[in-house]
Each structure stands twice: as structure tokens, then as C-alpha cells.
């Protein structure tokens, strides 16, 4: 089985090395750009570095970074923030199914994909252009294990069968000028998640820190799961890691991430990500105003939610 799973690894590398090969060849410069909606969504390439940005129409000095790799080291999570996202691993280290909300350029699906061959990982967003510039630019090939529709994430969710179950549910959904959609950060929204989570499921957010309602989708979040820990990137990301199943101590989180990074041999450090996990009275001293936070719901918005503040 190790042997077969090795095997079908290195085809896929090779196969997803030869899909980037073009890249290569190109001057650094913009090599797509796109319209879509109320924005654009361009790549970039910079010697080895590939980006993929979403660009406001009506303020083109927003760039809002949604995915970066480096072709000579296509499965190297670059971005800190998404090797945080992969500490949902620790809790399900053999998930059969995943749901990712926002796919941008597929980075975090792509390695789950590459990583984890028997997993099912079904991914929702709503820019097909976006989507388009991942299996353009980004290397990413969809087959019957990794899928993406569409559609609202939320919607999506709210549309499977009761009885599809998933080990782990991520939402990495930002548009261009940082706006985090409402729906998506209710404690409605996440009684959902917890509804389609497997009994040992795992939820994990990725949240900007200079989101004026921080503290509020943090103690949203605290509302619906018994466990929630977060791992900080910087001054710029949050990954909420939010479960109902046992309790795991801080210590136990790292030995799990170091039996992930050494029996997977990932390039990026996933055991320095889980040693930034804060939980506990660590958490609530690091998110100022957390105990005088509201819990956010679907009927009430609060004043200020859907203005651009990030522009």
C-alpha cells in the first residue's frame, strides 16, 4: 500500500511538474488577467514565484494576495497561513472527505490532493475565472477526487445529504479589498459546518487580523465548538481551528504535527505552525476585546459589516 501510494506520488509530481514546465519560459510579468465581477483576477510571475491577486475596479491599488507558489517547489506551501490550514490534519490525519469553501488558486487542495490519494476533496467558490486561472497558471488538474463547483459556499453546503459527512470543512473566502462574506461567519453558519462534520471533524477559517469584527468571529466561532485554537501568522492572518472532539493539550498538538511532517515529508514546517497555536487563556489574552465580543448571526449584521473598510 505505502509502496502503491509512493508510486502514484511520483507520477503526479512528474505529471504536475510537466504541466508548469511552460512557466519557465515566461519574462516576469502579468501572464493572465481577467475580469470577473467586481474585480480582476490576475497572476503574476516573478522569477520562480507565481501570484494570483484579486484587483478592485473601483480601487486597482487593492491587490489582495490569494495565492503564491514557486515552480521549482510546486507542493511548498509558501504562504504561512496555508501551512496553518493543514494542522487540521492533526485531528484527521486520514480524512476520507474534505469540503473547502474558496478555492483562489488551489494551493491548499492541490497538496491535499497530492498528500492524501484516497481522500475526496469537493471545493466550492464563486469565480469561475478564478478557477480557470488555477488550471492555467497553478498546475491544478481536476479529477474525480478533487472537485470544485460553482457555486455560495454555504449554499453548497446546506445542499448535501445529510449523511455526506466531512472530516474536515476549511473556508478561505476573501474578496479583493479583504471583505469576509457575513454568511460565512455566523454562528448559524457554523452550526451548519458542525451538522456536516464527521464525528471527529475538524473546522478550520482563515481570518485577516485587521478585520474590524475580529474579535466577534472568533467568539462566534467559540460559541459552536467545544475546542477552538487559533495560529496567528504575523500581523496579517488567523487560522481558527475549531472542534467538538476530544481535547487535545498543546503538547499533543505538536507531536502530531512532527508524526505528519515527518512521515509525509513536507518541504514547509508544519510542527513551527503548530507550536504558534494559542488555545486556552493564551487565546483569550491574545485577541484584545474578546470578552466583550458579540456573537454574529444571519438576521443581525452589525452596523458597519458590508462597508469597504479595507480600501
Not at 469537493?122 to 463547483?149: H, K, N, S, W, Y
Request: aromatic residues 10%.
Amino acid at each position: 500500500m505505502i509502496d502503491d501510494r509512493q508510486n502514484w506520488q511520483r507520477m503526479n509530481l512528474a505529471a504536475l511538474q510537466q504541466r508548469l514546465a511552460w512557466l519557465q519560459q515566461q519574462p516576469d510579468k502579468v501572464i493572465f488577467c481577467k475580469e470577473s465581477g467586481v474585480h480582476y483576477v490576475a497572476v503574476t510571475k516573478e522569477r520562480s514565484y507565481i501570484k494570483l491577486s484579486l484587483v478592485e475596479k473601483v480601487n486597482q491599488h487593492t491587490d489582495l494576495l490569494q495565492s503564491v507558489f514557486d515552480f521549482n517547489n510546486p507542493l511548498h506551501l509558501v504562504s504561512e497561513y496555508t501551512q496553518a490550514m493543514m494542522l487540521g490534519l492533526v485531528w484527521q490525519n486520514q480524512p476520507q472527505k474534505i469540503y473547502i469553501a474558496g478555492f483562489g488558486g488551489g494551493r491548499i487542495p492541490l497538496v491535499l490532493h497530492h498528500y492524501l490519494p484516497e481522500t475526496v476533496i469537493e471545493c466550492a467558490d464563486v469565480d469561475p475565472i478564478a478557477i480557470e486561472a488555477a488550471t492555467q497558471c497553478f498546475g491544478v488538474r481536476l479529477d474525480d477526487r478533487l472537485t470544485v463547483t460553482i457555486q455560495d459556499g454555504r449554499e453548497y453546503l446546506e445542499q448535501q445529504k445529510p449523511d455526506n459527512q466531512y472530516d474536515i470543512i476549511m473556508t478561505d473566502v476573501f474578496f479583493g479589498n479583504g471583505y469576509f462574506p457575513h454568511r460565512l461567519a455566523t454562528k448559524e453558519f457554523y452550526q451548519l459546518c458542525e451538522k456536516r462534520l464527521s464525528s471527529e471533524g475538524v473546522v478550520l477559517v482563515n481570518l485577516l487580523q485587521r478585520d474590524e469584527f475580529y474579535a466577534e468571529k472568533i467568539k462566534t466561532f467559540q460559541s459552536v465548538f467545544s475546542q477552538v485554537c487559533v495560529c496567528p501568522w504575523k500581523d496579517i492572518n488567523s487560522v481558527l481551528i475549531g472542534t467538538n472532539s476530544a481535547i487535545l493539550e498543546k503538547d499533543e498538538i505538536v507531536a502530531r504535527a512532527k508524526y505528519l511532517q515527518d512521515g509525509h515529508q513536507f518541504s514547509f514546517p508544519l510542527t513551527d505552525r503548530s507550536r504558534e497555536v494559542k488555545l486556552g487563556t493564551e487565546l483569550a489574552e491574545a485577541v484584545a476585546n474578546l470578552d466583550k465580543a458579540q456573537i454574529l448571526h444571519d438576521d443581525s449584521p452589525p452596523a458597519g459589516y458590508f462597508d469597504c473598510w479595507l480600501f
